[in-house]
């Protein structure tokens, strides 16, 4: 049984919620209160964003610790975290989602690692809760947060190398260039030093990749905490409203963090999100102010030393964008290692459809590529890592054909409702295996 240190520190917990369903925030509640020892949680802060029933929460104020403030207006995540850190009375604030479960054990590891050094910003793994069932599915440690140009959160699995080094100490923390940014710990004074939130964003998305870039580039640190595990309901669909529609806040809140962060990087974002170039951002004098004042490092500094991975867009690479037949695109359907692919109507902003076509024959999606895992027709393609081995070679021919490098099959769409994206004996005059790349630059 680990020992952690007798001086912990106490954190205070800031949980927001809108019109969240009464039960699922009692559990995320209990689970804080039942599974931390009791001395190590000062209070548990729930901001209220001016749900439609102001009874949720004070009835939840009736259990010891809670404390429970409503806002008079819809606020959004990042203005309602804030008034819930500036209530706060400990000298660590963790933040939650208000739909979670801690499991055992779960907090002493984050304490530990704020404690050694205030400017690190730590998160647990983020296990899944079933949305359908809400059952707790444990998932891997093998990953950690990154994005792609289009700036959409991503998990990613660790190169070999910190996957083997894992395997000899499994409770190493694991440096993250992004953090999900639902679930948090960090040093209350860091937090106010670094800025707090930018409490012009609106309503919810972004702010992880802004606080995110903010951190790393302003001389702190993200990390994962393999030996602390938070459950998640991960929802299919917004449950709430957005006021000007959710693809416009968060295109606008992505804008901002990207304008403030980014330099010269942010015409990558641009040209994978063409869209994004008429959502005004408002004013940012603020942050650049903040970014100034706390001698913040540039966007090149952070890709080279905290996210080397990420690609930067060049001819090298192979002209990126999506693949097209007729309005439909191919799409990795949000799937990740070893899954298929499919056909989605197509949204022209990167994310699940952005694709690259390199020289030597790979198609990428980020940095897994469409795999023939059996020479055989009718075999449904997969993602699976780059290796540049055979079976991950094509070539895309005149006519659109996109063909195997060894044998005559071609990739084909026409079973994609029932088996996803398959390797078809090759037919010029299929429609099903004619392919366009649109580039997104142009």
Request: proline share 5%; hydrophobic share 35%; aromatic share 10%.
């Amino acid at each position: 049984m680990k020992q952690w240190r007798r001086d912990l520190p106490p954190t205070s917990v800031i949980i927001t919620f809108h019109n969240e369903a009464r039960s699922t925030l009692l559990r995320t509640v209990v689970s804080v209160l039942n599974r931390s020892p009791e001395h190590l949680i000062k209070e548990i802060i729930l901001v209220d964003d001016f749900s439609d029933h102001p009874e949720d929460g004070e009835e939840l104020s009736r259990i010891h610790k809670i404390r429970v403030i409503r806002n008079e207006k819809r606020e959004g995540l990042m203005r309602s975290r804030v008034r819930g850190a500036d209530a706060a009375t400990a000298s660590v604030l963790t933040f939650l989602d208000s739909h979670c479960e801690c499991n055992a054990d779960w907090l002493q590891p984050l304490l530990e690692r704020v404690a050694e050094d205030p400017t690190r910003v730590v998160c647990p793994v983020i296990d899944v809760i079933s949305m359908d069932t809400f059952q707790y599915i444990g998932a891997s440690a093998d990953l950690r947060g990154g994005f792609d140009w289009s700036l959409v959160f991503k998990w990613e699995y660790l190169s070999q190398a910190e996957r083997q080094a894992r395997q000899k100490d499994p409770t190493q923390a694991i440096r993250t260039p992004m953090i999900a940014g639902g679930l948090f710990v960090i040093n209350k004074a860091y937090f106010e030093k670094l800025g707090k939130y930018d409490t012009q964003m609106d309503v919810w998305g972004g702010e992880n990749l802004e606080i995110s870039f903010r951190v790393w580039q302003c001389g702190g640190s993200l990390e994962i905490i393999p030996c602390s595990r938070v459950g998640h309901v991960f929802r299919k669909r917004h449950p709430y409203s957005f006021p000007g529609g959710s693809g416009n806040v968060f295109a606008r809140n992505t804008r901002r963090a990207a304008e403030v962060w980014m330099d010269e990087y942010k015409q990558f974002y641009y040209n994978a999100v063409p869209l994004a170039r008429n959502i005004p951002y408002g004013n940012i004098q603020d942050r650049m102010e903040l970014k100034r004042d706390l001698g913040c490092k540039p966007f090149i500094w952070y890709l080279k030393h905290v996210y080397p991975e990420l690609v930067i867009p060049t001819s090298e690479g192979g002209p990126g964008g999506s693949l097209k037949q007729g309005t439909a695109c191919l799409d990795s359907m949000g799937h990740l290692l070893d899954g298929n692919v499919g056909l989605y109507p197509c949204h022209d902003t990167g994310g699940n459809q952005e694709w690259g076509l390199t020289k030597d024959g790979l198609i990428k999606h980020h940095d897994l590529c469409l795999t023939l895992p059996l020479y055989a027709k009718g075999t449904t393609l997969l993602m699976q890592v780059c290796d540049g081995s055979e079976n991950q070679k094509w070539r895309h021919l005149e006519g659109g054909l996109i063909r195997h490098s060894r044998i005559p099959v071609c990739v084909d769409s026409r079973y994609h409702a029932q088996r996803g994206i398959t390797a078809e004996k090759c037919d010029s005059n299929a429609e099903t295996q004619r392919w366009h790349l649109y580039n997104h630059t142009h």
